[in-house]
């Protein structure tokens, strides 16, 4: 859930906040409790479109850096899509970003 993208010397930066599986609701803004084995997310990039890149990170946070965009090609725009893993259905319902004009 809101997924941000911020850019800085080249380099791209995403961060997002996690969700329960378990059915909580957000009210106070503190953390609810995973409701799973492990804390997991896809993470895809795509450079116009193209997907270059795909990673499974452990934490709400996922950095691309400008030397990484190179070696993938290049583009001018940067997209990232994230999606919370689950040990009994998989991937979840995902959400993307795209930070444009490099």
Known sequence: AALRLAEADGDSMAGWTRRSRAGYGWPDFVDVPLAEVTEAY?????LDERLVR????????FDY???????DGGGSAVKVRVAQLSGSTGPGRGSSATLAGF
Do not use: C, I, W
Request: without cysteine; neutral net charge.
């Open 42 to 46: 896809q993470v895809e990039v795509l």
């Open 54 to 61: 795909t990673a499974t990170v452990m934490a709400p946070r």
């Open 65 to 71: 850096a400008a030397a990484d965009r190179l070696a």
